[in-house]
């Protein structure tokens, strides 16, 4: 028989300088403060782990931070109420196969559920099925692709390949009451959708999904309802430390779902909450309705593809000086000597760190369209 049940969603949970002591006294109620009544009240909490559980830190070469912490870290969240981490993020693999296998390893050994990371690409999409109370909740997730993902051999993420993973939403939204899509992308610090981000949102609705927040910008977006489901483009943090007048980077939504077979359809709040010197608290009330009421307002131009379109292309334009250096090499001249002397000038003026940059802005799904944008609108000279 199905009873109410309470869902809570946090966003990206790391810890950092500043939170560190916390994790090492395992001090859950200092770190969280008056959020832990909310979780501790919900009958299902779940969030996204993006940093690496190790006690023997490799990290990779890459391009970006690398974020680990002990392995026993795992247990702070644990007696916080956060029963199930997604484990599909860009930070995955920063300390290699073996940080996932140790992550894995330390979630199975402290009962905490996890998904969106395996051995291979077909383990790390196996979607996940939580029981409460009657209700079959389905949560599925993906990250965009950076340093991080599975293949068919190795160990890493789930990564969101269209041509498969569409259908295969709508044959899982068969099988559970609720579906819920944890998508880890889009640009950082942007409070609108891409065009593009936008576009594979609403087609996770179209699937079935009953909910699709968007995490890793880093700041809190904006909301769609759209068809019967309801996207949110960027939930911003919930543990990533606090940043001394940076609000943008401090704040953050928790989602509570309430699914009850008496109501018309699950009721979803908006929880404001802040990072401050001492851990993360809930927003006080009259700042709260602030923020949601410019939430609301951004959102009032969601359905304007030409908005969206311009509001992408003013951004963007805006990244030209960090991004055209990763991408343009020196001329023809270049590129002949670079030929005869075998690729020696590319060797003696690239560094490794630099190719690793320019692959990454090539191959993730976020910078690929940032790029395309900016040489799209660079005038001829």
Same mark, same amino acid.
């Given at each position: 028989m199905k009873e109410e049940t309470e869902i809570i969603i946090c966003g990206d949970l790391c810890p950092t300088k500043d939170t560190k002591k916390y994790f090492e006294n395992q001090d859950n109620d200092s770190l969280f403060n008056d959020i832990m009544p909310i979780f501790k009240n919900a009958d299902f909490v779940l969030g996204n782990l993006e940093f690496v559980l190790t006690d023997s830190p490799k990290p990779i070469k890459k391009a970006g931070p690398v974020?680990? #912490?002990?392995?026993?870290? /795992? !247990?702070?969240? %644990?007696?916080?109420?956060?029963?199930?981490?997604?484990?599909?993020?860009?930070?995955?693999?920063?300390?290699?196969?073996? #940080?996932?296998?140790?992550? /894995? !390893?330390?979630? %199975?050994e402290n009962d905490v559920d996890f998904f969106g990371a395996g051995e291979n690409i077909t383990k790390a999409k196996v979607p996940y099925i939580k029981i409460v109370k009657g209700y079959k909740i389905g949560v599925i997730t993906f990250a965009e692709q950076e340093f991080n993902v599975a293949t068919a051999t190795e160990y890493g993420s789930s990564f969101l390949d269209p041509y498969k993973d569409y259908d295969k939403i709508q044959a899982f939204k068969k099988n559970v009451d609720y579906l819920i899509v944890l998508y880890h992308g889009g640009i950082e610090h942007y409070e609108y959708p891409s065009p593009l981000l936008q576009k594979k949102c609403r087609k996770f609705i179209e699937k079935g999904a009953d909910l699709v927040t968007c995490?890793?910008?880093?700041?809190?977006?904006?909301?769609?309802?759209?068809?019967?489901?309801?996207?949110?483009?960027?939930?911003?943090?919930?543990?990533?430390?606090?940043?001394?007048?940076?609000?943008?980077?401090?704040?953050?939504?928790?989602i509570k779902l309430i699914l009850n077979a008496k109501l018309e359809k699950p009721e979803l709040e908006l929880i404001p909450i802040h990072a401050t010197k001492k851990g993360i608290w809930c927003m006080e009330k009259t700042k709260g309705t602030e923020l949601l009421e410019r939430v609301y307002e951004r959102s009032t131009n969601i359905k304007d593809a030409v908005y969206i379109e311009r509001k992408w292309i003013e951004f963007c334009s805006t990244k030209k000086a960090l991004y055209l250096p990763y991408l343009f090499g020196f001329g023809r001249y270049?590129?002949?000597?670079?030929?005869?002397?075998?690729?020696?000038?590319?060797?003696?003026?690239y560094s490794n760190r630099a190719v690793r940059t320019s692959h990454n802005i090539i191959r993730c799904e976020a910078h690929n369209e940032v790029i395309h944008t900016i040489l799209n609108n660079i005038k001829s000279k």
């Open positions: 974020l680990h #912490g002990k392995t026993n870290y /795992i !247990k702070v969240l %644990k007696k916080a109420g956060i029963q199930t981490v997604s484990l599909a993020n860009n930070h995955t693999k920063d300390c290699g196969e073996e #940080g996932v296998k140790s992550t /894995i !390893k330390a979630c %199975k995490q890793h910008s880093h700041c809190i977006g904006t909301l769609e309802k759209y068809d019967e489901g309801t996207i949110l483009y960027g939930q911003g943090n919930t543990l990533f430390g606090y940043k001394e007048g940076n609000d943008s980077w401090n704040q953050g939504l928790l270049f590129i002949y000597l670079n030929r005869i002397l075998k690729n020696k000038l590319v060797t003696l003026f």
